[in-house]
């Protein structure tokens, strides 16, 4: 065993800051404080429902994950957040239709007290939507106060001891890094400058990382993933994850992808289609949207399969992946999957998939997660990219010179392994000799 770390207790309460009052975050609102009167269980939260062996397999000892390492309990989260509506939380998961209303209703009084501050937002970076709840400032800079200024005021108005900052808000253009991103000291001028190559998620992401608080990006966008935040998430000690929550489709891939290259099947091809009809669908049938959560879920067969290692059987992939609005299907979205297999002497074979998933209920538990996981995170000191929470993300950040990690399975025993780290608990390599020996 190696020495625990020394983690701050999860006492006080925890806020948890939301951009973007949609169908995610209202979901995740909503679940939790269904979970906490006790009229549903947190199916898919790891914090809530996992476990973690510990020792030998022969030791028995499995405890609850929440029970193992110290986390918020989930009485001590406040929630809070912006929109540009002004819907409180209670009227927009009514408007996003995933939580049915009677269960609704039995929350509506708490619900309808998480009301929206004002968004930054700029339609040219998300040109399907417009709100009237949106703030006004000289420049991004002004702006980027402004917000501090909404993180100090919801800390002190609600008795906080800590929060956290997760962007939950739609899909920005496609953005590549600009020389704006490449030291905080090019960032902060930019800010100044109003330099284009600065979103509003990067806004959001700048002003929390400079009050020190964990943050997270469930989007695709780069917010965050650019050197000059990286910076200043280690100047001000801040732990930061993303990107692109790995919800319905892109799940299934990295739960199918990881098998078929351990029994070394070849692939030729593999067409991926959606068809969803919420703000999100609305939002990516914007070709530039589209692009920037298109880059986000192809880049994960690459990294699985290892076309470079194995050229034989993925060198010649051809891999397409569409997303369509269709406003019928509201959350419910459909992940259609038609995978072009070849095995022994180079015979061909097909798999279909088709995954009839609620968006919304598969994200709202990783919005759980990454928020009570970064909390621990920063109360263990551990500042910058947590790459150890890449097993919640289509796109996870890395250091540079590393490549990303996209097999769930391996990502699970990182985020495990991380978990054993952080106790002093000594780390489980699956060897198993010791019992043959």
């Known amino acids: 065993m190696t020495k625990a770390l020394n983690i701050a207790p999860a006492g006080g309460k925890l806020g948890v800051l939301l951009v973007g009052l949609g169908a995610v975050s209202t979901t995740t609102v909503a679940g939790v404080m269904a979970v ?14 996992g476990t973690i062996r510990l020792g ?6 499995t405890p609850a994950i929440k029970d193992f390492v ?37 929350i509506k009084d708490e619900l309808s007290a998480v009301k929206p501050m004002p968004a930054v937002f700029d339609r040219q970076y ?32 609600n008795q906080l001891d800590r929060m956290v900052l997760i962007w939950c808000g739609s899909t920005e253009v496609f953005m590549k890094e600009a020389p704006v991103h490449q030291s905080l000291a090019a960032f902060e001028k930019g800010l ?15 002003a929390a990382i400079h009050e020190g608080l964990p943050y997270a990006n469930a989007a695709p966008n780069l917010s965050a993933d650019v050197p000059a935040l990286v910076e200043l998430a280690q100047k001000t000690g801040a732990p930061i994850a993303g990107k692109d929550l790995k919800t319905g489709q892109t799940l299934v891939k990295t739960i199918i992808a990881p098998g078929l290259k351990a029994r070394l099947l070849g692939v030729e091809g593999w067409y991926s289609t959606n068809i969803l009809g919420n703000r999100d669908g609305e939002v990516l049938d914007d070709p530039d949207s589209f692009r920037t959560k298109e ?3 192809k880049s994960v067969l690459d990294y699985i399969l290892q076309p470079n290692l194995y050229p034989d059987l993925y060198n010649e992939l051809h891999h397409v992946v569409r997303i369509n609005y269709y406003k019928p299907r509201g959350d419910a979205k459909e992940g259609w999957d038609n995978i072009d297999l070849f095995g022994w002497l180079g015979y061909k074979m097909q798999l279909k998939v088709n995954f009839l998933c609620r968006d919304s209920i598969l994200a709202a538990p990783i919005v759980l997660d990454v928020a009570l996981f970064l909390d621990l995170a920063k109360r263990a000191g551990m500042s910058g990219i947590q790459e150890w929470l890449s097993f919640y993300f289509k796109s996870p950040q890395h250091a ?14 990182k985020l495990k392994n991380t978990l054993r780290y952080m106790q002093g ?12 020996d």
């Open 70 to 106: 110290p986390l918020a309990s989930l009485d001590d989260l406040v929630f809070g957040g912006w929109d540009i509506f002004e819907d409180d939380c209670y009227e927009a998961a009514k408007t996003a239709g995933v939580i049915e209303t009677p269960l609704l209703d039995e």
């Open 400 to 413: 540079p010179e590393l490549y990303p990690e996209h097999d769930l399975f391996i990502q699970l025993m």
């Open 425 to 436: 608990e000594e780390l489980i390599t699956h060897l198993g000799r010791e019992y043959y």
């Open 192 to 206: 100044e400058e109003n330099d284009p190559s600065i979103p509003s998620s990067m806004i959001y992401a700048y």
């Open 56 to 61: 030998k397999r022969t030791e028995g000892r």
């Open 126 to 157: 998300v040109k399907r939507l417009d709100g009237p709840n949106v703030k006004k400032g000289r420049n991004k800079k002004d702006l980027a106060e402004q917000l501090i200024a909404d993180i100090r005021k919801f800390k002190a108005d």
């Open 295 to 297: 880059e986000s879920k």
């Open 36 to 49: 906490r009167r006790g009229l549903a269980k947190p199916i898919g939260a790891l914090t809530q429902m």
